[in-house]
């Protein structure tokens, strides 16, 4: 965290600004989590696909008959990739929410569509064969997970603002307090702020490699609970299910049995090697919710003499920052440390909808706050 000594609390002024990505987009960075994948489209294209495919929508799934045409996409042909709107309008727009969205389903079907089709005692079965789907499928998502962040942090040092920007800067107190919810370093190298007086939340381009904070604010176990109880109901989910022909058969989705099946030893699992294949995909899949979690609360501690430092706070200024759900711990935290009602806030917005968002920010922290357009 950054300590701030009462010899520095003596020369700063009261303000506190709050920088978030809206600020460096002002300034004209490319630094939206969209260009981020365009990004990764030209450098790193099997990571950009894994993530529309694994943590996109069912809909975008639909659209493959075969495991092969999956495999075709996730070798990236750009001319058969097609740019599939809800990926760009959800999952890139809100990508930090969209990392709790791993989607369980997908990740069994594949497996099992890998999966040999034969047991063990079967002349031609290769455990070969057996650990390679599940390998694979482990590598997705660990690739998809830490080679996004290795890229993130490379993507981020690619950042600059746009030829001409000083004429566009902003008048910033020089004695403030900076919470920086970005991880460049503009702050610091064009708008010249002691470094000693910012608080990088989520880390900074100048820290080690795979060391920034990405990720959801979902809790891991409350996550699973919500999403067996939203699924749990889904026909498909259900332990009979009809055929073509109209005959019932005990359901042998790889999903279902994983997930929703009461008692496994009654499971119709068709062959033992698909019950072992089923628990180290399960293993793979809830760890890596575990991995991706922002723990904003011992980052919070972390930094805790950050905001120690708030209490003398007159002035709140946020700039570019979206006020997700996924940070509030942090403005709960501000909240906590600050003399609420002699401050006064100011709220930049980019759109009407950043608008209603300031207006329920200030709702859920009882506050008012004078909106200013960047």
Known sequence: GVNINSHLNKMLSQTLYIIGNGFDQYHGAQSSYWAFRQYLLRCAPEVAMSFDLYWGPR????????PQDIEQCLLYNPKNYHNNNWTVDHLWADFERYLAELNREKVMTLADWYLPKIDEDDD???????????DRIREQIYFTTFEMRYRFHKWINTLHYEHGFRKKMLPLDH?????????TLFLESEYHIPREQICYIHGSRRDKYGSLVLGHSEDPELAYEKWIHKNQNQRRFRPNLKDKKGRWYANDRLTYLSYFLED???GNWRLPIRFYAQEAVQEAIEGYYENSMKRTHSIIENHQS????LKDVKKIVILGHSLSEVDMPYFDKIA??????????????????DINRIHHFCKRYGISAQPTLL
Not at 175 to 183: D, E, G, P, R
Not at 336 to 353: G, L
């Open 306 to 309: 950050f905001f120690n430092s």
């Open 264 to 266: 496994e030893t009654k």
């Open 336 to 353: 906590d440390s600050i003399m609420k009602d002699r401050v006064e806030w100011e709220i930049s917005y980019h759109t009407q909808e």
């Open 124 to 134: 031609r079965f290769s455990y070969a064969e057996y650990f390679l789907p599940i």
């Open 59 to 66: 809909t975008l799934w639909n659209s493959f008959e075969r």
């Open 175 to 183: 004695k403030a307090l900076y919470l920086n919810f970005n991880y």
